[in-house]
């Protein structure tokens, strides 16, 4: 096994992005070494590779090895093929920031090469990206950890653990922090449906690291708080506007709006790569829509809603800044009104 509990990696001795199948966890875990723009593509799109900052790595090493197996001639010829892929590859998952972002990095690297360097430097720039996130997410899980010294138990939505990222995760990387010091936080995860990221694989990497665990059902979680289960709420993010409001998976913005009622703070994980400057408020995110067969179909032998009855599959939604409590970043803990200060 190449990734050794990485989520993604590049294996630079044979040019191959490396992935985790996330589709089959947690019934099976593979890893799948890929130099194939179509696999790549579908990899991000049907979610084997998924989570924002684990998509903007795995995109870093994707245009990098697809660059070093590249038989353009010419510095231009070059950059035009990386732009192209770049081009491709961001309509994959709309609302995750850390997509386009990772195809920024590595076109401005671009921009100051020449044919001679080209691919060098190309596959520099996204091993730089995949050790920057590492060291990011475990800031983040060293000043989390530090703020929840009195929490016994959080709840949090979808799955923005180590699954999600290259290692620690984001949401999940306090609870991991923490244990390492000997603080053992529980953890109640939503199953999150449509996609079950929640039941899926925050409960099966939860459940590897000897973390206690318990999984419910997408509403549960008033009965959770009502009763006294949660101390706080933490969720990753996929795209933070600059007055705060948070882009996260469908459901996380109901969570929030419960976890105000119950006066249970609510915090988003965000590493400044899913920080969206170029955007005011959350009315400007756009929202990743999807095939409606994952809420009927995907998961039972027979399509479980009538044949007529139409649905409706929004990938995320977006959290009002007033709902949360602060930003837990690699920079420090950071209230919604003060993160457009940090850019
Ligand atoms: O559709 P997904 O599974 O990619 O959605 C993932 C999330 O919504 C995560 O909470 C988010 O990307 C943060 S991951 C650290």
Redesign the pocket.
């Known amino acids: 096994m190449f990734l050794n509990g990485a989520t993604v990696g590049f294996d630079t001795v044979n040019n191959k992005a490396v992935f985790i199948d996330q589709t089959l966890l947690p019934t099976e875990y593979r890893e799948v070494a890929t130099d194939d723009f179509n696999e790549i593509f579908d990899a991000i799109k049907f979610?084997k590779v998924?989570?924002?900052?684990a998509?903007g790595v795995f995109t870093a090493i994707s245009l990098a090895v697809l660059m070093n197996k590249s038989t353009a001639d010419t510095y231009e010829e070059l950059f035009a093929e990386l732009k192209d892929y770049c081009e491709k590859l961001v309509l994959c998952?709309p609302t995750?920031v850390n997509l386009k972002w990772a195809t920024e990095e590595m076109l401005k690297v671009a921009e100051k090469l020449n044919r001679e360097n080209f691919r060098t430097y190309l596959i520099r720039c996204a091993l730089d990206i995949l050790d920057d996130d590492v060291a990011v997410c475990r800031k983040i899980g060293e000043y989390g950890a530090d703020l929840l010294k009195k929490c016994n138990s959080v709840l949090t939505h979808?799955?923005?653990g180590r699954l999600?990222?290259v290692k620690y995760?984001?949401?999940l990387a306090p609870i991991y922090v923490a244990k390492e010091n000997g603080h053992n936080i529980k953890v109640f995860a939503d199953e999150t449906r449509p996609?079950l990221?929640g039941a899926r694989l925050t409960a099966f990497e939860l459940c590897d690291a000897d973390v206690d665990t318990t999984v419910i059902c997408d509403n549960m979680a008033s009965f959770v708080m009502k009763n006294g289960l949660v101390d706080a709420v933490l969720?990753?993010?996929?795209r933070v506007a600059l007055n705060g409001d948070t882009a996260?998976?469908i459901g996380t913005s109901g969570v929030a709006i419960l976890a105000k009622h119950y006066g249970i703070p609510f915090y988003v994980c965000m590493p400044f790569s899913t920080f969206d400057k170029n955007i005011k408020t959350g009315d400007e995110i756009v929202i990743e829509m999807r095939n409606g067969d994952e809420i009927g179909e995907m998961w039972y032998e027979n399509r479980m809603i009538p044949q007529n009855a139409k649905t409706l599959n929004p990938?995320?939604d977006v959290t009002d800044n007033s709902l949360i409590t602060a930003f837990i970043t690699e920079k420090g803990v950071i209230a919604p009104g003060e993160i457009k200060n940090y850019i």
């Open positions: 979610l998924r989570g924002a900052p998509i998952r995750a979808c799955n923005a999600a990222t995760g984001t949401a996609l990221q969720v990753g993010c996929d996260n998976k990938a995320f």
